[in-house]
């Protein structure tokens, strides 16, 4: 089970099936704000569609080929940030994440994404993250504009959403520009 303690408000864990319940209620009362963003929203109609997701999750986590977690604050599922995807050859992650409309502008994404981060540098040896966001979301723009990624270009018409298509703006953080993660690379999957 994965565990990281960001701080005293904010733990970051590795979903599991008991999970599915608090999920599929705060994907439910969360659904008109994340639809805007995320293409996924209409597909998960019942706490099993929120099941089968974190099952996905674990069955990622134990190839390695990602890491989801649920952000815990205050003891409270608020949203989800993890590597979607790790590319092992060439040392890098891509990290997606979303948050519940209530946990909005209280600086929690970003403290949550910036932990992730670090272990990604620290833990994991990563020598490169990226994250991705559509163009138009802010929101989601501002995680990796306040942590201090350099926007690197722009995807044209990458993502159908729902009845159009959506640019992403790709930004990304190399080891070396990390300030916590200089000199402290350390590989350990498990935490």
Do not use: C
């Not at 952000?71 to 990290?95: D, K, P």
């Not at 298509?165 to 999957?189: C, F, G, Q």
Request: proline residues 2%; charged residues 25%; hydrophobic residues 40%.
């Amino acid at each position: 089970m994965f565990i990281l303690t960001v701080n005293q408000d904010i733990t970051l864990k590795q979903l599991d099936i008991n999970d599915a319940a608090p999920l599929f209620q705060l994907t439910d009362e969360s659904r008109e704000t994340l639809r805007t963003w995320l293409s996924w929203v209409d597909q998960t109609k019942t706490i099993n569609d929120s099941r089968a997701f974190i099952e996905l999750a674990s069955k990622q986590f134990i190839d390695r080929s990602g890491l989801t977690t649920g952000i815990m604050y205050h003891g409270q599922l608020a949203g989800i940030v993890g590597f979607n995807l790790f590319n092992w050859l060439n040392n890098s992650g891509t990290i997606g994440y979303w948050l519940g409309s209530r946990y909005e502008g209280k600086g929690i994404m970003t403290r949550a994404a910036s932990s992730l981060i670090d272990y990604g540098f620290k833990s994991l040896a990563l020598n490169r993250i990226e994250i991705r966001a559509a163009s138009e979301n802010q929101k989601s723009r501002a995680i990796p504009e306040r942590l201090g990624f350099v926007k690197e270009g722009r995807l044209r018409q990458t993502e159908w959403l729902y009845d159009h298509y959506v640019d992403h703006v790709i930004y990304s953080m190399l080891t070396e520009e990390w300030p916590s993660a200089r000199n402290s690379l350390k590989p350990d999957w498990k935490h």
